[in-house]
């Protein structure tokens, strides 16, 4: 596992975030929120929350809200129907242009598995995107398959690796792709703080953005086999 880390560490000191011209060029910042409960052995409940600015405290970007319900399987095996709703800021700085509205419909089916001490998760997600923008609405449709690696260094510490790129359907299939890679904290029970780096392609621009998420897992299994 020396080699994950050593392929982690050269990833983050190969960034260059220093010129300041254009979008591109400046640190921008994903803040995500996540909490999934679990009810019972086939069935779990996950609303999300991402803010996302184009500037590391200011310059609103986006705004994200989702609801996924999860049936899981044996095998760590998870199907997921889910709703979200987007608020969209496209232009970097101030203008007076109404956002793009987007309603959301997610089916997905994802998988872990370990390899070693490695924990690997294979997300394919199809999407249906209600595109409100001001002269029109629009109907656009991606499929998206992310590849997820975990490592734990200790009871504490844990390293992320993520590759996801997606497929869109109408034009410009290959218009997106997300590369991440963090150090994440296992806090209080049930809680984890993941903070990294992501190298997002979108279309022809190359952004630089800076990743910081609590997830948060609570389950009622464990009450009612008490209450048993």
């Given amino acids: ?10 990833l983050f000191l190969s960034v260059n975030l220093y010129s300041q011209d254009n979008k591109e060029d400046y640190l921008g910042t994903w803040n995500t929120f996540g909490l999934n409960h679990r009810f019972t ?3 779990s409940l996950m609303p999300y929350a991402e803010l ?5 405290t200011s310059n609103y970007n986006l705004t994200f809200l989702s609801l996924n319900a999860n049936y899981h ?3 760590n095996n998870t199907l997921t129907l889910a709703c979200a709703y987007l608020d969209i ?4 700085g101030t203008d007076n242009t109404p956002n793009t509205i987007e309603h959301r419909i997610m089916e997905q089916y994802s998988k872990r598995h370990n390899i070693g001490t ?3 998760q ?6 249906q995107r209600f595109l409100k923008f001001v002269d029109k609405h629009e109907l656009q449709n991606r499929f998206r398959y992310r590849l997820s690696l975990k490592y734990n260094i200790n009871r504490l510490l844990f390293l992320g690796l993520t590759e996801e790129p997606f497929v869109n359907f109408e034009n410009q299939a290959f218009h997106e792709n997300r590369l991440y890679i963090g150090i994440g904290f296992n806090l209080i029970a049930h809680t984890q703080l993941q903070m990294g780096y992501m190298k997002h392609h979108i279309k022809k621009n190359n952004l630089n953005r800076i990743q910081v998420g609590i997830s948060i897992q609570t389950d009622s299994r464990k ?5 048993q």
Wanted: charged letters at 25%; glycine letters at 0%; zero cysteines.
């Fill in 1 to 10: 596992m020396k080699y994950f880390i050593a392929f982690s560490i050269t």
């Fill in 41 to 43: 052995e086939h069935f």
């Fill in 52 to 56: 996302r600015l184009y500037e590391p």
């Fill in 73 to 75: 399987f044996k095998n």
């Fill in 89 to 92: 800021d496209s232009a970097f």
């Fill in 118 to 120: 490695l924990n690997v």
């Fill in 122 to 127: 294979h997300r394919f997600r199809l999407e």
């Fill in 223 to 227: 009450s009612n086999l008490k209450q």
